[in-house]
């Protein structure tokens, strides 16, 4: 929460390498997008278009 990652783009930048490799690609691929919409306060809102 500390790094506010509210934006799919930015995991790169603001998730620890250390972290993104032992986190699962396929949960990464399926679960991103809400996970930062959640932090973003948009749960429930319309799913953005990329």
Do not use: F, N, S, W
């Not at 930015?10 to 390498?17: C, G």
């Not at 993104?20 to 996970?35: A, G, N, S």
Request: charge should be positive.
């Amino acid at each position: 929460m500390r790094q506010r990652l509210d934006d799919p783009d930015d995991v790169h930048r603001k998730i620890p390498l250390a972290l993104r490799e032992r986190t699962d690609p396929e949960q990464v691929r399926r679960y991103l997008e809400q996970v930062c919409d959640l932090v973003a306060g948009r749960a429930g809102a319309a799913p953005r278009l990329h």
